[in-house]
């Protein structure tokens, strides 16, 4: 196994500082005389993940199946969207405005809209978060894609290569690291779609066991919910970073 670098060991040991600081402030806060309604305390909370491990593993399951499924499409369309864009700029021209006016309508106010047209089931989760993940990816994608070097490109066509060449051996080349940044955001905001399309409607996953729990005054479910899907959004950035690391190794990230 590669050994971790100094300047990923230096981020590891930033990231556990800043939550164990974190964890501290919030016990200190207890101590105080708010009600453990309005915030429980770090023990109450561990007591809560540990009685309802199988009851919040089996709605983590479902959630992260959504999250998976919806980074997975939404990374497909928005790398489709951005080659189609890249290759015909009269198409560029009439979906840059779609791809705009996507993200101007609030994600609340199409969520209900979702779950209407698809159901309470998995669909509507999946295609909330395909919406929410694939404008990062196409934008970050298609300006990687049209900021290469025109020097590299006049090269490729000096050498006779073919437009397919040309994607294949410059710019994709040149627009993978534009694209692992784009990949980073859509896997830090991917838990969104789906945890507001399970608030909005829906009978299992985290977003109903919150929702649930509030309702019924369990804050400290509610909490150990919440807890749970933090670990699973900072587990899902580090798996594709690793992954990307490890794939655009002439990225500047590499190096830190």
Same mark, same amino acid.
């Given at each position: 196994m590669k050994p971790l670098s100094e300047g990923r060991l230096s981020r590891l040991r930033r990231g556990l500082t800043v939550c164990f600081g974190l964890l501290l402030l919030w016990w200190l806060a207890t101590l105080s005389n708010i009600p453990s309604f309005l915030l429980p305390s770090p023990i109450a909370v561990a007591?809560?993940?540990?009685?309802?491990?199988?009851?919040?593993?089996?709605?983590?399951?479902?959630? %992260?199946s959504e999250i998976v499924s919806g980074l997975t !499409? +939404?990374?497909?369309? &928005?790398?489709?969207?951005? @080659?189609?864009?890249?290759f015909s700029p009269r198409l560029q021209r009439w979906l840059m405005p779609l791809l705009l006016t996507s993200q101007a309508i609030p994600v609340f106010a199409l969520a209900p809209l979702l779950v209407l047209w698809f159901g309470f089931g998995?669909?509507?989760k999946v295609a909330m978060a395909v919406l929410v993940i694939f404008f990062p990816v196409a934008s970050a994608f298609f300006d990687g894609l049209r900021r290469v070097n025109n020097d590299y490109l006049d090269l490729a066509r000096t050498l006779r290569a073919s437009p397919w060449a040309q994607l294949r051996h410059v710019r994709l080349m040149a627009a993978l690291p534009a694209f692992g940044s784009g990949l980073r955001?859509? %896997?830090?905001?991917?838990?969104?779609?789906?945890i !507001? +399309?399970?608030?909005? &409607?829906?009978?299992?996953? @985290?977003?109903?066991?919150m929702l649930n729990a509030n309702a019924r005054m369990q804050t400290d479910i509610c909490?150990?919910?919440?807890?749970?899907?933090?670990?699973?959004?900072?587990?899902?950035?580090v798996a594709v970073d690793a992954l990307l690391l490890r794939l655009i190794v002439w990225a500047p990230e590499n190096d830190a």
């Open positions: 007591k809560a993940l540990w009685y309802g491990r199988d009851y919040l593993a089996y709605h983590s399951l479902v959630t %992260a !499409i +939404g990374v497909l369309l &928005g790398v489709l969207l951005a @080659l189609s864009m890249i998995m669909s509507a955001m859509a %896997a830090a905001v991917a838990p969104i779609g789906a !507001i +399309g399970e608030w909005v &409607g829906s009978a299992e996953g @985290l977003g109903y066991v909490f150990a919910a919440l807890f749970i899907l933090v670990v699973m959004t900072i587990l899902l950035w």
